[in-house]
């Protein structure tokens, strides 16, 4: 098991940027798949990006598409999510988990981190 640890979030007004990070406590990523997800209150979880962890292609939800992208920096051990134009319906809790799989299915990453909320007021 993989401990993920975040960091950023906050408030922000719409169509400012925001940049969240991830990373794994005590070691490496490892050859993980990446990804990140959101949940707004009283919906659930769903899939925002997801990054492989060899040859490094992407994969973005048609919601955040354009805005968001997705990085990650073998040399600082971090995944990253920078949110740019940023929109109300883009509140939610955030957050960064691992899969053996190229998927978007949220119960097919086995790791989460624990979550940083990002509030974007009108």
């Known amino acids: 098991q993989v401990q993920l640890v975040q960091s950023g979030g906050g408030l922000v007004q719409a169509g400012d940027s925001l940049r969240i990070s991830c990373a794994p406590s005590g070691r490496t990523f490892g050859t993980y798949n990446l990804g990140w997800f959101r949940q707004a209150p009283g919906k659930e979880r769903e899939f925002v990006a997801a990054i492989r962890w060899f040859g490094g292609s992407t994969q973005y939800s048609d919601s955040v598409k354009g805005r968001f992208t997705i990085s990650r920096d073998n040399a600082k051990n971090t995944l990253y999510l920078q949110m740019n134009s940023l929109k109300p319906e883009d509140t939610a809790v955030y957050y960064c988990?691992?899969?053996?799989?190229?998927?978007?299915?949220?119960?097919?990453?086995?790791?989460w981190g624990q979550g940083t909320q990002v509030t974007v007021s009108s």
């Open positions: 988990a691992l899969s053996n799989m190229w998927t978007t299915i949220p119960k097919n990453y086995g790791d």
